[in-house]
């Protein structure tokens, strides 16, 4: 890892067993690369098409986020939390706020936790729309489950614009509460979105957890065993795709998912199809969650009105808030010296240590198999690189 | 009336009759040749223009979009904007490539994708050359674009050019073997290799039907295994590996802009009609009318009526289906189409030696279905690839 971001760096071809030395050709996939996701680099050696190592090259999107954020006060960098994972900005929010309520000791009303949990969800259930897409864009299915899916997400960002006022830099969420209250109508358009969603399940998975061509891509390609995902520190779907049972949400029991009755869905095998189908089947968990959430919704106050915004100095110490974001364990640490800026301010993001283990699932693949299990494994630049 | 509709088919053979006539009889099979290349060189140039919008509309209609609408009644006049805009962009040629390859392969993509329509009948007495060895002539052609393929991926000298024509040979060369085993069915059973008298015997009807091949068991079989192979052929989806966008970017013209770029594009497809022309010339009956109480309508008409089919039918898979790996595809080629197509050729074989009636259509038929569901079971279970079920924890 150390060597790998490194840009220079070059891959020793000597050290790489092969029948012939001048038999490999060393190929940058990337940074200009249809199918990277973003600015992103992979220095690969190949033997015909078999990968023989596999070099990740990131920093390219880098722009000093943690470093920033020592500078500005606790509230100042909640806007900035947004460009992290720009595809679901919510959580990322919830997981800052939760850290600065650990570390100051702010309550969060109920009603507050009630929009947290709906909009989290949703964010998941368009983030997980989107990398089904995308993943089938990366198999070369030009383009159209891919705009099935952002028809879905479409709706979703609708609705985020009409809460929040952006539809993809929601910066929603607030210490000790939520930033606005839903306006009139907008509960009823969310439960028609939700009510609606399941369709669009039903019709992905009938017209593709069974295709055949899907099938001979995914299945046993990028296995990540249970071992490797435990030891790397693997978190979020593609976790519980190699059977590790861990949800942040079942674990720790943040906020109020205690009140909902959901099921954690598991893989066996932890290849592609695996990671593919525990995001399907947690999109439908989602949904359930969802159902809960908006039949049980209390009137009340989104954020005590006691709370100091303005001027806000935590007491000194120190504070890990994680949840489950939709690609992982997103956690937050947070020191402070009592001062309205933070001392340390740290991101535990999950796309990065998911994408640590790259290429110990690239080698021995094909190179149609790498945008595949890179696809597969849900990163976006601007959560890696910060 | 009648009279009428016979000069309607024909005026094409009428006007070039009539405009040699004021030529001497010397230089006449040399013009008549330039008229009908000519003619076909427009007809198909626009078929081009035409498909492409159609493709970007149909996709788009598919993905549930509208495509490109902007330019003219509909969008319908996107290929001339993008023509313009080929034509002046900047023409980059990378420094280490070998120039004069990376010009030739192109253009020799697309001369040779044209050179297929000599032998291809267009409408009744509608042909330039009526070669006596024309489906060999054809597959001839067609071999060479594979070479011109090898040359812009050669001449590139860019990684990604050689992985996208290694892929192309590898392919091209794969799927050639199912595509001629395929199409001998039809020489057997018409013992000729003119395009021309193997359009004429099934351009003759049964009450209303024709006789096509298609609707015969080998016949119907060849048809799918030739369109399978053909649409590997023209590196079409879900057999666009040479190119595949997300793996290797453009595949063997990654490092070509501008109007050879335009030029490549236009050569696959045109090279993608040739092969759909030619499964329509062996399979489809050609220039046949589907009935016999439509024979009225002119021949061209059911010629390009019966070619746009099968290219939507190209666009709406496009659409459909992601895209197969390179070892998947060449297991395809080896280990199911090979097999299919020289078991077809024992199917004809025995159709054409048995007696006509139903005990012929139910050995031939079972002769081609049940191999087919064994084959392709026997490959399924090798796999062991299943939907699979999940466990859930509280």
């Known amino acids: 890892m150390s060597d790998a971001t490194n840009l220079t760096a070059q891959i020793d071809i000597n050290t790489i067993p092969a029948l012939g030395k001048e038999q490999l050709l060393e190929l940058a996939m990337g940074p200009q690369h249809p199918s990277t996701h973003g600015v992103f680099r992979m220095n690969v050696v190949l033997d015909g098409e078999r990968v023989m190592k596999l070099k990740p090259v990131f920093g390219y999107l880098h722009r000093n986020h943690e470093k920033i954020a020592e500078s500005e006060t606790y509230l100042g960098s909640m806007p900035y939390t947004d460009r992290l994972d720009y595809i679901c900005s919510i959580t990322n929010n919830w997981a800052y706020a939760i850290a600065v309520e650990k570390l100051a000791g702010i309550e969060v009303p109920e009603r507050a936790e009630y929009l947290r949990v709906i909009t989290g969800e949703l964010t998941r259930l368009q983030n997980h729309a989107c990398l089904l897409g995308f993943l089938m864009q990366d198999m070369g299915a030009s383009g159209t489950p891919l705009m099935y899916a952002f028809r879905e997400r479409e709706k979703i960002m609708d609705l985020f614009e009409g809460l929040t006022g952006a539809r993809m830099m929601c910066n929603y969420l607030r210490f000790g509460g939520c930033r606005v209250d839903t306006p009139a109508g907008w509960m009823d358009a969310a439960r028609k979105v939700v009510a609606e969603f399941p369709r669009f399940l039903d019709e992905y998975e009938n017209l593709l957890v069974g295709n055949e061509i899907l099938m001979d891509r995914t299945q046993e390609v990028g296995i990540l065993s249970k071992e490797l995902a435990i030891n790397a520190g693997i978190s979020g779907p593609m976790a519980r795709a190699s059977g590790v049972d861990y949800d942040i949400r079942k674990v720790d029991h943040y ?53 100091k915004i303005r001027g806000f100095r935590p007491k000194p110490g120190e504070a890990y808030g994680r949840i489950e974001s939709p690609k992982g364990e997103l956690g937050f640490y947070l020191v402070s010296d009592g001062a309205l800026n933070p001392y340390r301010y740290r991101v535990r993001p999950p796309s990065l240590i998911n994408l640590t283990v790259l290429e110990d699932l690239c080698i021995g693949q094909n190179v149609a198999d790498v945008v595949v299990i890179l696809g597969s494994i849900d990163i976006v630049l601007g959560e890696v690189d910060r | 009336m009648n009279l009428k509709l016979d000069q309607l088919d024909q005026i094409f053979v009428i006007l070039n009759n009539w405009l040699l006539g004021y030529l001497p009889p010397v230089v006449r099979p040399l013009c008549s040749s330039i008229l009908a290349i000519a003619l076909i060189l427009v007809t198909f140039a626009l078929l081009f223009a035409i498909t492409t919008v159609l493709e970007r509309k149909g996709l788009g209609r598919i993905q549930n979009r509208f495509g490109p609408n902007r330019v003219g009644p509909c969008g319908f006049l996107q290929p001339i904007a993008d023509g313009i805009k080929s034509l ?307």
């Open chain 1, 255 to 307: 906020s109020i998912y205690d009140r909902f009755n959901f099921r954690i869905p598991l893989g066996e095998r932890g290849d592609v199809y695996d990671r593919y189908m525990i995001r399907f089947l947690e999109m439908r968990e989602s949904i359930k969650i969802l159902e809960q959430a908006m039949r049980d919704i209390p009137d009340g106050p989104i954020v005590d009105p006691k709370t």
């Open chain 2, 88 to 394: 002046t962009k900047e023409d980059i040629v990378p420094n280490p490539a070998d120039h004069v390859v990376h010009f030739l392969a192109p253009v020799l993509l697309v001369a040779a994708a044209f050179m297929a329509y000599a032998v291809l009948p267009i409408g009744r007495n509608m042909i330039l050359v009526d070669m006596n060895a024309g489906v060999l002539y054809f597959f001839a052609i067609g071999s060479l674009m594979e070479l011109a393929v090898f040359m812009a991926g050669w001449s590139s000298r860019s990684k990604y050019s050689l992985l996208g024509a290694m892929r192309a040979i590898a392919q091209m060369i794969s799927y050639e073997v199912p595509l001629v085993l395929a199409s001998i069915v039809v020489i057997m059973q018409s013992g000729s290799l003119s395009t021309v008298s193997i359009v004429n015997m099934q351009a003759t009807y049964t009450g209303i039907w024709p006789h096509w091949f298609v609707f015969t068991p080998w016949g119907f079989a060849g048809f799918a295994l030739f369109m399978i192979a053909a649409t590997a052929e023209s590196n079409r989806s879900p057999f666009d590996l040479p190119e595949g966008e997300s793996e290797i970017i453009a595949g063997y013209y990654t490092e070509y802009s501008g109007f050879k770029f335009a030029l490549f594009f236009l050569g696959e497809y045109i090279g993608m009609f040739a092969t759909s022309a030619m499964a329509i010339t062996l399979f489809l009956g050609g220039w046949s009318a589907p009935f016999s109480f439509l024979t009225w309508i002119p021949s061209y008409f059911w010629f390009f009526a019966k070619l746009l089919t099968i290219i939507l039918t190209f666009i709406w898979v496009r659409g459909t289906l992601p895209r197969l790996r390179m070892d998947q595809l060449m297991n395809l080629a080896w280990e199911f189409m090979l097999p299919m197509t020289l078991l077809n050729l024992l199917t004809a074989g025995v159709w054409h030696f048995m007696p006509a009636g139903a005990l012929r259509w139910l050995i031939c038929g079972a002769m081609v279905v049940v191999p087919c569901i064994l084959l392709s079971r026997g490959l399924k279970q090798r796999k062991k690839f299943q939907v699979r079920k999940y466990r859930f924890s509280e």
